[in-house]
């Protein structure tokens, strides 16, 4: 029997990226009524490193976690209430308890594809709390499939419903996403997701191989509304099941909607594939760091693409923002002994 495939939401988390963190409940107000029938198995909200990660290194949000949330809570009837945390940025008590009461029924608990055992205190206590939890593999194309499944059974362990691999940095390509995504849903007995970024243009693509490939979550935006490139455009993904015959669930006009009449009044700009976006998807650097690395590039008359490039080569991953700067220093004095900027065709 084919599983039931459950859709995350991620316009109000992922999208805060975009807007620099800047969402206020007007526009959750306006998004999360308006969503709601569509079928969606559950909204996430929050800024976009997750609970308690508003902060000077990773940007500062415009409305605290909790105002966010409740302002959620009361426009969500039938789609559940999701928030994200990373051990680290979040806490149980500070953040998961007050998520809790303000009515968050599902909390994704997110962490570097190798680093699974942080996860564990967060998952079990907010399965001791009664609550849906499912563990995140970040920058997961930074690991073996063997790694990931290994990481992935930890988190099966400790109570996890599912593990969403996520491709922070919009590095995929196709048969990336099919070996891994096989590998845990063949030896699991959990969901698995999948959670696509488009720096190389593959994230509907990509998503639709993940669910092809056993992936029974596919976590994604509305317009694809999210970070760098953006994510796995929701209703784009729900009108290609539909064409190739496959019930999602989902009510495409619905979802159609809500792209054109709301989240384009949430966006400053269009959601593409610019050069930078595109850069961070070859080097395999997480997608956020987009806005840092341009004032960097700009502050120490670097290039942005080399600042990405020398990034993706010292493998830093979300969380390490501090070091944009330390690299962007370091090219500004390579440049300053006239050293050649990268030749990304020698690098590939």
């Given at each position: 029997?084919?599983?039931?495939?459950?859709?995350?939401?991620?316009?109000?988390?992922?999208?805060?990226?975009?807007?620099?963190?800047?969402?206020?409940?007007?526009?959750?107000?306006?998004?999360?009524?308006?969503?709601?029938?569509?079928?969606?198995?559950?909204?996430?909200?929050?800024?976009?490193?997750?609970?308690?990660?508003?902060?000077?290194?990773?940007?500062m949000s415009a409305t605290p976690d909790v105002e966010m949330l409740r302002t959620?809570?009361?426009?969500?009837?039938?789609?559940?209430?999701?928030?994200?945390?990373?051990?680290?940025?979040?806490?149980?008590?500070?953040?998961?308890?007050?998520?809790?009461?303000?009515?968050?029924?599902?909390?994704?608990?997110?962490?570097?594809?190798?680093?699974?055992?942080?996860?564990?205190?967060?998952?079990?206590?907010?399965?001791?709390?009664?609550?849906?939890?499912?563990?995140?593999?970040?920058?997961?194309?930074?690991?073996?499939k063997e790694r990931l499944l290994e990481e992935a059974r930890k988190m099966e362990?400790?109570?996890?419903?599912?593990?969403?691999?996520?491709?922070?940095?919009?590095?995929?390509?196709?048969?990336?996403?099919?070996?891994?995504?096989?590998?845990?849903?063949?030896?699991?007995?959990?969901?698995?997701?999948?959670?696509?970024?488009?720096?190389?243009?593959?994230?509907?693509?990509?998503?639709?191989?993940?669910?092809?490939?056993?992936?029974?979550?596919?976590?994604?935006?509305?317009?694809?509304?999210?970070?760098?490139?953006?994510?796995?455009?929701?209703?784009?993904?729900?009108?290609?099941?539909?064409?190739?015959?496959?019930?999602?669930?989902?009510?495409?006009?619905?979802?159609?909607?809500?792209?054109?009449?709301?989240?384009?009044?949430?966006?400053?700009?269009?959601?593409?594939?610019?050069?930078?976006?595109?850069?961070?998807?070859?080097?395999?650097?997480?997608?956020?760091?987009?806005?840092?690395?341009?004032?960097?590039?700009?502050?120490?008359?670097?290039?942005?693409?080399?600042?990405?490039?020398?990034?993706?080569?010292?493998?830093?991953?979300?969380?390490?923002?501090?070091?944009?700067?330390?690299?962007?220093?370091?090219?500004?004095?390579?440049?300053?002994?006239?050293?050649?900027?990268?030749?990304?065709?020698?690098?590939?």
């Amino acid at each position: 029997m084919e599983k039931q495939l459950l859709f995350f939401d991620s316009t109000l988390r992922d999208g805060s990226h975009a807007v620099a963190h800047q969402l206020d409940t007007d526009a959750i107000k306006s998004y999360c009524p308006a969503i709601d029938d569509a079928g969606l198995y559950t909204v996430i909200v929050g800024h976009g490193n997750g609970l308690g990660a508003s902060s000077l290194q990773v940007g500062m949000s415009a409305t605290p976690d909790v105002e966010m949330l409740r302002t959620a809570r009361s426009g969500l009837k039938r789609t559940k209430l999701g928030a994200f945390l990373i051990p680290g940025f979040g806490t149980i008590k500070d953040n998961i308890d007050p998520a809790v009461e303000e009515g968050v029924e599902l909390f994704c608990i997110a962490t570097h594809c190798t680093e699974a055992d942080v996860t564990r205190q967060h998952i079990e206590y907010v399965r001791k709390r009664g609550k849906e939890a499912y563990g995140v593999l970040m920058m997961y194309h930074m690991t073996t499939k063997e790694r990931l499944l290994e990481e992935a059974r930890k988190m099966e362990s400790y109570g996890a419903q599912g593990v969403i691999l996520m491709d922070s940095a919009g590095s995929s390509v196709p048969s990336m996403v099919s070996e891994k995504i096989k590998c845990l849903a063949d030896h699991l007995n959990i969901h698995v997701g999948f959670h696509a970024h488009n720096n190389l243009g593959l994230a509907v693509s990509n998503s639709l191989i993940a669910i092809e490939s056993g992936a029974t979550i596919i976590d994604g935006t509305i317009r694809g509304f999210g970070a760098g490139a953006g994510n796995c455009q929701l209703e784009v993904l729900a009108g290609l099941l539909s064409k190739i015959g496959k019930n999602s669930g989902l009510n495409l006009y619905k979802m159609m909607d809500v792209s054109d009449n709301v989240v384009t009044k949430m966006m400053t700009g269009p959601q593409e594939i610019s050069s930078v976006s595109l850069i961070s998807g070859i080097a395999g650097v997480f997608s956020g760091f987009a806005k840092h690395v341009k004032k960097a590039a700009e502050r120490f008359n670097v290039d942005p693409r080399d600042i990405f490039m020398e990034l993706g080569r010292r493998k830093m991953v979300a969380g390490q923002e501090d070091f944009i700067v330390d690299v962007a220093v370091y090219l500004a004095e390579k440049k300053g002994a006239k050293e050649e900027s990268y030749d990304l065709g020698a690098l590939l």
